[in-house]
Every structure is written in structure tokens, then in C-alpha cells.
């Protein structure tokens, strides 16, 4: 049985390599290490399908150390301690490489077990995450590293490694290939050279006669662009450009980043920043939209997906139109912070719940004033603790419900 075509294309010389200009592209520094022959610990991160895997057996080759190829997913400290026993053997004279993909997957106490060894340099590491290594290594690992982001590749970067693939393909069965198709794979793909190389493959092998058109091309990548992972770097990045654009007041961006979550299925995310958004980033300056959103949102999880689709649109472009103002957000902040900083004190004696005076307070009677027996329902009274008089925490914002509202009060309490 033949290899997939992913592993038969696999690049054997950095030129080979798709993408990654910023990285392998002359003069760059990681180019210029590789070449240097010096080889000191690495960790490439970045999203599947970019090439990591596949450099790092690139510099393996280019060093005469015994190279070890472990799966965080799988690894263990019994393989990492394996991999150090062949330490100063006839297999590894000169030391180990040890390429190490997933590494996120290995707890602190296995990650450690690589430390005294990397100190001493008889242990070289290359590791590969799909995470933020900042947030899933080993501070101590991460010191004695460097550390490269891989950034997605292009549909452009995507099309020579398809056409490559196709022409490959060619090599065993004719292939007769309608214009569009590679444009179209390339761009499908998501930037994952593997899953671009694997839908070639898949339209060769299901083409009937061997004519691969649009269409069936279409089939065999449909979803294929999506990259999301409810627990990853991927899922917090989607929902953050998702509330921004919200927030921003970019229908079309906000529009983008809803249908990503729907495509994954993520209905509870796309709600909850939605509803965020509607109190934190419009919020008072068109306070009926609340309900609104919130009632969309009950009919999106009424009818379920994909007709939810519809009533999430409709409250998304609602919500990235209309006039915006934090001004409740920063309040109720400011408010807490004081709380947390040791500012309050004794509910003041008109507002407290009280029915009776003990004998030792000289001023019997609550005295609290009851705001409808008064012109316009407002009386003054101290309503803040003593320690907070004279606090303000809202401030209104420019929009037409808040600034009408605060003139209305302004002119009853006599404020200027």
C-alpha cells in the first residue's frame, strides 16, 4: 500500500518548503540558524498542516545527531526516559534530537524531565505545538528555548503545493482537471497544506474517468477550511474578532465571525458575546435593544441550528448598528472597585430596614422620605454611605436616551 500523497510530497530542503517567508525566507533568522549548523532548542507554534513537523525532519537530517520522534499525545516519561538511555550509546555517540510535536500534552512533571539534559546540551529539542506555548509550557522549558510562530499559509502559498499534487497523482491514472479546481482546493483548505494534499488525492481517486471537476472538488473539501477547537488558541481568537467587530460596529466583520462559530457549531458562544454586547458595548444608549437580543436568542434556541442562523443574524447586525456606549459598564466597575479597595460603610439610617430604636440611640425614628410625596417623585436624602458622599460612578454618555435623561434630572434636582 502506498504512502498517502501528503507524505510523498513531504519538502526535503527548505526550499521546498510552502510559506513561512518571514521565517525560512533568506537572511531570516530561523533559516539562518538551521544553516549555521549550530542547532539550539526549539519551539514552532502555529496551526496544523504549516510545515513544522516537516522542517523539523528537514534539520534532523542536517545534523549527525540520532534523532527520536515522540507524540505528546501519546509519549509518556517512560518514552522520554527511554529516548535519554540511549544517552552516550553506539545509536547516539553524539547526542539525541529529540523532535517532540504536541508538546502541550505532556504535564509539568514530564516536561521536566527534559531539563537537566537540555542543560548540559546532550539533548537538543525541537518541539511542536498547535497552542500558545506561553500558556502550555514549562516556564523553565520555555528559558532554554526559542521559540517560532509559523503564521497560516495563503490560498497563494497553497496552489504550487496543489498543482504538485495533482501532477503526482497524474503519475498513476490520467487525470483530466477542469480550471478552477486547484484555485478552489487551495483556497478550501484553510491554509493546511495536509488537508489540501489529502482532497486531491480524494478527487483523484473519486473522479469518475478520471475528470475531476469544481463541483467534486467542492464535496470532498466541503467544511474543510474551518479550523476550530472549543478548547484552543482558535475558539478564544473567533470569539474575541467576533465581539470586537460587535463592538467596532463592522456588520460584515461581526457577520463573518457569527457564521464560523455556526459553522462549528458553537451556538452557546455566539449568544453569550452577543448578549454581552448588547449590555456592555451598546448598553444605554439604546436600552431596548436588551430584551431584543435576548429574545432573539431564545428563538435561535428554540428552532436550533441552522435555522438559529437567522434570529442571530438579524440581533448581530441589530447590535454592530447601533449607537454604542459603556457608560453602565464603567460604572458598575468603578463601583465594584471601590468595594474591593475597602470603601463602604453603614447603610445610612434612612434606608435601613428598621423597626425599632434601641435605648441607647439618642435620635429615635428612621426619618427616611418617601420620594412620591414629593413634586416630580424625588426628595433629597442621603442615600450613599458616609465614607462614599459625593461619589459619582456613572457618567452619561453623547447618545439621545442618556443625555435626555440626564437633563431631565439635572433640571429637577436643580443641578447645573
Keep these: 500500500m502506498s504512502a498517502p500523497l501528503a507524505e510523498r510530497l513531504r519538502p526535503k530542503c527548505l526550499e521546498e518548503v510552502a510559506g513561512q517567508p518571514l521565517l525560512l525566507g533568506e537572511g531570516k533568522p530561523l533559516r539562518n540558524i538551521i544553516l549555521s549548523g549550530q542547532l539550539p532548542n526549539l519551539i514552532f507554534y502555529g496551526p496544523p498542516g504549516i510545515g513544522k513537523t516537516t522542517l523539523a525532519g528537514i534539520i534532523a537530517k542536517s545534523t549527525d545527531r540520532h534523532l527520536i520522534k515522540l507524540n505528546g499525545t501519546t509519549a509518556g516519561t517512560a518514552e522520554i526516559k527511554a529516548a535519554v538511555a ?58 532554554r528555548s526559542t521559540v517560532f510562530e509559523f503564521r497560516p499559509l495563503t490560498a497563494e502559498d497553497v496552489l504550487p503545493v496543489v498543482e504538485r499534487g495533482f501532477t503526482k497523482m497524474a503519475e498513476d491514472t490520467e487525470i483530466k482537471l477542469d480550471e478552477g479546481v486547484a484555485e478552489y482546493i487551495a483556497t478550501a483548505c484553510g491554509g493546511d497544506v495536509r488537508k489540501a494534499l489529502n482532497a486531491v488525492e480524494l ?36 470569539v474575541s474578532a467576533y465581539q470586537k467587530s460587535l463592538r467596532g460596529s463592522d456588520v460584515d466583520a461581526a457577520l463573518h465571525y457569527l457564521a464560523r462559530l455556526l459553522e462549528a457549531g458553537d451556538l ?24 431584543i437580543v435576548k429574545a432573539a436568542c431564545d428563538i435561535a434556541l428554540a428552532v436550533g441550528l441552522p435555522e438559529a442562523r437567522i434570529p442571530l443574524a438579524d440581533a448581530v447586525i441589530l447590535v454592530a448598528g447601533a ?42 425614628g428612621q426619618h427616611y422620605l418617601y420620594a412620591h410625596d414629593y413634586p416630580h417623585h424625588w426628595v433629597k436624602q442621603q442615600y450613599l454611605p458616609d465614607v462614599l458622599l459625593g461619589t459619582r460612578y456613572y457618567f452619561p454618555g453623547e447618545g439621545k436616551y442618556e443625555r435626555a435623561t440626564a437633563e431631565y434630572w439635572e433640571k429637577i434636582k436643580g443641578e447645573e
Excluded: W
Excluded at 268 to 291: F, K, N
Design 268 to 291: 452557546p458562544s455566539a449568544m453569550r458575546r452577543l448578549m454581552v454586547c448588547a449590555c456592555e458595548d451598546v448598553g444605554l444608549a439604546y436600552p431596548q435593544i436588551i430584551p
Design 323 to 364: 449607537p454604542k456606549s459603556n457608560s453602565a459598564y464603567n460604572a458598575i466597575n468603578a463601583a465594584m472597585a471601590d468595594l474591593r479597595a475597602g470603601k463602604f460603610g453603614p447603610v445610612p439610617r434612612g434606608l435601613q430596614n428598621v423597626h425599632y430604636d434601641g435605648a441607647e440611640r439618642k435620635q429615635k
Design 203 to 238: 478527487c483523484c481517486l473519486g473522479a469518475q474517468n478520471g475528470h475531476v471537476t469544481v463541483e467534486l472538488a467542492q464535496a470532498l473539501t466541503q467544511k474543510s477550511a474551518l479550523r476550530y477547537d472549543k478548547d484552543g488558541d482558535e475558539h478564544y481568537d473567533i
Design 86 to 143: 540511549k544517552l552516550g550509546t553506539l545509536a547516539a555517540p553524539n547526542g539525541i534530537l529529540l523532535y517532540l510535536d504536541e508538546i502541550q500534552y505532556l504535564n509539568k512533571k514530564q516536561q521536566q524531565t527534559l531539563l537537566e539534559y537540555l542543560e548540559k546540551g546532550s539533548i537538543t529539542l525541537i518541539a511542536s505545538t498547535t497552542e500558545n506555548p506561553y500558556f502550555y509550557i514549562y516556564h523553565a522549558l520555555l528559558s
